[in-house]
């Protein structure tokens, strides 16, 4: 059986998938693999991986008729893997720091393990915030504040590095990057695909979390993200994506009294938030 199964799901990504594969080979702990790109874009060829990747992974590319959202793409990819470990990854990051045979270790070893993230820091190597508490009124308007503040500059450096440069069990960890063992992933029926795009991954966290595993943060193992240049050309849908799922995921999860909060919150703003951008 193959170690690690990583998955990617492209759309209008192909250019950041040649160079996720070139940082790919950088990372021993990781080979052999096996790579399955999931093309959600029928008008992305993505032929030319094949060459790029030499025989160096196992790839494995399967097209998509249109547009089926990143959790149904995800499963997709993951009812045809083989490793005993999967990895996520969106095609706009690039392996960059640290082993991940850590992590790996921890998730096919510790039982009670379920998912973990690693470290990830944008195109400047700043930290992202791709951790937090489950979703709620109070949880994501703290996230929102924390994310305000430090743009304003009102929380320093200090505080983003400190808080992601320690190991920890949170909630939930971003779907753009993280670990799971497959047995796990397919016990929990994989990603629930009504979430076409955003709170996939939340679900999953909270799903695998309430099945008694733990979720942690695993800042070891580093991932660049290029954030954006996987969802080119849904830029007119992301909002509306975006306040789907989150109602969908209040309505699964939190009781009546939350769902009233979220009902009177979104009748009072019509902004088209992004994931940078909670609440």
Known sequence: MTAVSII??????????????????EIEDLLPCEWIVVNNSPSDDLSFL?????????LQVIESESNIGFGAGCNRGAAVSNGEVLLFINPDCEFTAGSPAKIIDRI????GVGIVGPRIVDGDGKPEFSWGEFPGILAEYRMTSMKQNVASGRLNEDFINNRHNQPKEVDWVTGGCFFIKRSLF?????????FFLYYEDIDLCKRVSNAGYSVLFDPSFGIMHLRGLSGRGLSKEIGSYYRQSQRLYYKKHKGIFCNLLLKLYLMLHTDKPSRNNSL
């Open 8 to 25: 990617t799901v492209n759309y209008n990504s192909s250019e950041s998938c040649q160079s996720l594969a070139a940082s790919m080979f």
């Open 186 to 194: 397919q016990k929990m029926g994989g990603f629930d695909e009504e």
């Open 108 to 111: 096919t070893n510790h039982q």
């Open 50 to 58: 094949s060459e790029t990747v030499n025989n160096r992974v196992s």
